[in-house]
């Protein structure tokens, strides 16, 4: 079975960094394109970033262009998303997701774009 566990979520203040980590078991992790999703109260679950399976491509929305970096170590099976310059509009729980294959960029603009989901980890940005 798929298995997928964030961490490393917290409370930061604005300007502030975090570093999350998603942890994978039961797949070949190579084999995988992984996404990093949030959902904000009383919002839909955004993809925020994906990256291939060798880590040859990367994708982020544009409310994270900039500050947000995803990467992956493969003989780890783990991926990893660096945020900074935090802001109070980036507080959610944030999900990692992983789909089986090439990367498609258009999957992770659609909410349910990702097969397998993994719990999440609850980031909140204090102002």
């Known amino acids: 079975d798929v298995q997928l566990q964030a961490s490393g979520g917290g409370l930061v203040q604005v300007g502030g960094s975090l570093r999350l980590s998603c942890a994978a078991s039961g797949f070949i992790f190579d084999d995988y394109a992984i996404a990093w999703y949030r959902q904000a109260p009383g919002k839909e679950r955004e993809g925020v970033s994906c990256?291939?399976?060798?880590?040859?491509?990367?994708y982020y929305a544009d409310s994270v262009k900039g500050r947000f970096t995803v990467s992956r170590d493969n003989p780890k099976n783990t991926l990893y998303l660096q945020m900074t310059r935090l802001k109070p509009e980036d507080t959610a729980v944030y999900y990692c997701a992983a789909n089986y294959g090439r990367l498609i960029l258009s999957a992770v603009r659609i909410s349910s774009g990702y097969a397998n989901w993994g719990q999440g980890t609850q980031v909140t940005v204090s102002s």
């Open positions: 990256i291939g399976s060798s880590g040859e491509k990367t």
